[in-house]
């Protein structure tokens, strides 16, 4: 198993552009999850999904949106780029949402907002 | 809000010696615990889950829980070079998991 997969790993975008970050997961996990980490802080949670077709709102969803068509596939959309959006964004998943599940996570995509 | 609160560090341990992590947390009705490890550049990886109050080991870790204090750290012992890293509280909070910012922690060979 591959686990969590993340495109691309680096990014610049010029205020006002729009990306994509890939995230795929092999492990049937259907739970999946979006957090950035800005230098120095803990992981802040973007988007969450339940399973294919919902997906929820975490603490810092402004300026993103997310879609979920299959179990595998969570991709972020980030809209009009802004500095504030510059971070590393790690996507995580767990087999369901159980307290003690442990999440899995990918290694990342450093996006830098100039 | 919901806060989980550990010191930033960086927190120095000589190799060998017992390195102790703490973290506080705000919800009283967290009911589970983490402590995951994060290497400069990587993502994190879970080390240690507990949700009862007491010890809970695991080779050389230990996680001790006191619900009571809000309280949960982690222990390493025989702390090795390659312990060194940011190690993430996180905490349950109506049904997400809430990050730390996390401890530095740096052995010193």
């Known amino acids: 198993n591959a686990g969590v997969t993340q495109t691309p790993k680096f990014r610049i975008l010029k205020i006002g552009q729009s990306m994509t970050l890939q995230c795929t997961q092999d492990m049937n996990h259907n739970y999946m999850y979006w957090y950035r980490q800005d230098p120095g802080m803990g992981l802040k949670l973007i988007y969450y999904s339940v399973g294919a077709g919902i997906t929820d709102k975490g603490e810092v969803p402004n300026g993103y949106n997310v879609s979920r068509s299959t179990t595998e596939d969570f991709p972020l959309r980030l809209e009009l780029a802004a500095p504030s959006q510059t971070s590393v964004y790690f996507c995580?998943?767990?087999?369901?949402?159980?307290?003690?599940?442990?999440?899995?996570f990918g290694p990342g995509t450093r996006l830098t907002v100039l | 809000q919901k806060e989980v609160e550990q010191n930033s560090g960086p927190l120095s341990v000589p190799e060998g010696a017992i390195a102790s992590l703490n973290c506080t947390y705000s919800d009283r009705g967290s009911q589970s615990f983490f402590w995951y490890r994060q290497y400069s550049g990587k993502s994190p990886e879970l080390i240690m889950f507990i949700y009862s109050n007491g010890d809970k080991e695991d080779g050389r870790f230990t996680a001790q829980l006191n619900k009571a204090s809000q309280y949960v750290s982690l222990l390493i012992r025989d702390s090795q070079p390659s312990d060194s890293a940011t190690y993430l509280c996180?905490?349950?909070?109506?049904?997400?998991?809430?990050f730390g910012k996390g401890t530095r922690l740096h052995i010193l060979p």
């Open positions: 995580a998943s767990s087999i369901a949402g159980e307290s003690t599940d442990t999440q899995y």
């Open positions: 996180a905490v349950t909070a109506d049904d997400k998991i809430i």
